[in-house]
């Protein structure tokens, strides 16, 4: 079975450029996440997606981050502006879904480093 | 609000040696726990998770983890690691199925010859 794919896999931007990334969840997986994970701390959830609708984006800060799931597979996240705070590994999760007892299977990621 | 704490950021071991990761979480209702290990520019990969039943979880790679409750501890433990174990590794709770994961911020473990 084919894992969660993500990309770029890097990516070096100036601040207050835009920036886009994609991801491909495992197939039939119905929930899908992005987490933000800064050096030297753990992956903090950005939003959630139940198919195609929004479960949790309390922490995505929504003035410059945005996300989309478009027919409930894949994902884009896009952050517009970008700033120096914002380099960071972007990971990309999926799991089956509610009433289930689930995994969350990660993607490699995405390593942004703002400039 | 849910959190979890690594005791240790850093853990050096010598191979062949036993290592345990600490692991405290706080909540006010039922959690599921997991452990997940992260390599270099890899993605995390689930190690083991605790759901209900037995509060000795085993896992993959000969890792193994004890739920306990009145503690509010899941402490990660290997009877003899390998240079191959090292890695960073991360402990997550989840208050529900299909929610999101908190994780505590990683403890390093560097395995030497």
């Known amino acids: 079975e084919a894992g969660v794919a993500q990309s770029p896999r890097y990516k070096i931007i100036e601040k207050r450029q835009s920036v886009a990334f994609w991801c491909n969840p495992i197939?039939?997986?119905?929930?899908l996440y992005w987490y933000q994970q800064i050096l030297g701390q753990g992956p903090k959830l950005l939003i959630q997606?139940?198919?195609?609708?929004?479960?949790?984006d309390s922490q995505l800060p929504k003035d410059r981050f945005s996300a989309e799931r478009l027919k409930g597979v894949d994902s884009t996240l896009k952050i517009q502006p970008a700033k120096l705070e914002d380099s960071a590994v972007y990971l990309c999760?999926?799991?089956?879904?509610?009433?289930?007892?689930?995994?969350?299977?990660f993607g490699p990621g995405t390593r942004l480093t703002v400039t | 609000a849910q959190s979890v704490t690594q005791l240790d950021s850093q853990v050096p071991v010598f191979e062949e040696a036993p290592v345990e990761l600490r692991c405290n979480y706080s909540?006010?209702?039922?959690?599921?726990l997991f452990w997940y290990v992260q390599y270099p520019n890899q993605g995390l990969q689930l190690l083991l998770k605790?759901?209900?039943?037995?509060?000795l979880v085993k896992g993959i790679n000969g890792f193994e983890a004890e739920f306990n409750k009145s503690q509010t501890s899941f402490h990660l433990r290997k009877p003899s690691v390998h240079i191959s174990d090292t890695a960073e590794y991360f402990c997550?709770?989840?208050?529900?199925?299909?929610?999101?994961?908190?994780f505590g911020q990683g403890t390093e473990l560097s395995v030497k010859p």
């Open positions: 997606f139940q198919n195609n609708g929004v479960v949790d």
């Open positions: 999760a999926s799991s089956l879904g509610p009433g289930t007892v689930y995994e969350q299977y």
């Open positions: 997550a709770v989840s208050e529900g199925q299909g929610g999101k994961l908190i």
């Open positions: 605790y759901l209900s039943g037995s509060t």
């Open positions: 909540s006010s209702v039922s959690v599921y």
């Open positions: 197939s039939g997986h119905a929930t």
